[in-house]
């Protein structure tokens, strides 16, 4: 049996598990999904060692990119967004090669790309963290000029109070990569000035759970087209999977 997972500390809850569990067992094929809770990266080469069967893994929080000493190559996506959430294993003669790509970039683009009109020409990213760096790119990759949003100010950075109404009126396009808003803070939403949207706002939020966030809420009350993270979710699973079988076509979307 071939052998697939997710590295990972600690895995709470698993999208992907579930998500490929259910693949595998839909197309009949001999393969089982495990999640890795390594309490440090540095027990990676054993990991590796003990399941002779494993050909490729997700990684998750907090290993995204204290994986990436460990591999042997990057796609340019990886190596430009310095951020891994897939690896492909290559087994060899006893010798063990490692790459590394980022599929979150793919469901990232290919979930947002039948949304976008003319107009949208520029973007907020509300949040700096990892999952800001491969939207960024994925912006950029689709012709949208990104712009960082945090609260704490830094040069080439706005802050949220920076946000006024003629920021809206360029920046029709907003992604929420912060985690606020999350159940169960459902409560909460990014602090931006929600009456200066209009109709010709695009409003994502990489947040899934609740469905529709106060975010993507106080969006729609503003006629702004929304959309959630799920999608993105979804597409970057399958992303994994192609690479994992070498039939991934880097184009876009």
């Known amino acids: 049996m071939i052998t697939f997972g997710l590295l990972g500390f600690p895995l709470i809850h698993s999208f992907s598990r579930r998500f490929f569990t259910e693949k595998f067992q839909r197309e009949q094929l001999d393969a089982e999904y495990l999640n890795f809770e390594l309490p440090s990266i540095d027990e990676l080469p054993s990991l590796l060692a003990s399941h002779p069967a494993l050909q490729g893994f997700n990684v998750t929080i907090p290993y995204k990119e204290q994986i990436i000493p460990f591999l042997d190559e990057l796609s340019e996506e990886a190596a430009t967004i310095e951020a891994v959430n897939c690896v492909c294993i290559e087994r060899k003669s006893g010798a063990v090669r490692l790459k590394g790509y980022n599929a979150d970039v793919i469901g990232f683009v290919r979930s947002i790309q039948p ?19 491969a939207v960024c790119y994925g912006l950029r990759r689709l012709g949208i000029q990104p712009m960082l949003v945090s609260r704490h100010p830094r040069q080439g950075v706005l802050t949220y109070q920076d946000i006024s109404e003629e920021t809206l009126r360029q920046y029709t396009v907003i992604v929420n990569c912060s985690p606020v808003g999350t159940f169960p803070h459902s409560d909460e939403c990014p602090d931006i000035p929600y009456q200066y ?57």
């Open 115 to 133: 949304l976008l009109q003319s107009h949208h020409q520029h973007a907020l990213v509300l949040g700096t963290g990892g999952a800001s760096k």
């Open 197 to 253: 949207l209009t109709h010709q706002h695009l409003l994502y939020d990489l947040v899934y759970n609740p469905d529709k966030t106060l975010f993507l809420q106080r969006g729609e009350q503003q006629k702004a087209v929304i959309k959630n993270g799920l999608e993105m979710l979804h597409l970057q699973a399958l992303a994994s999977w192609e690479f994992w079988n070498h039939s991934q076509d880097t184009t876009y979307p």
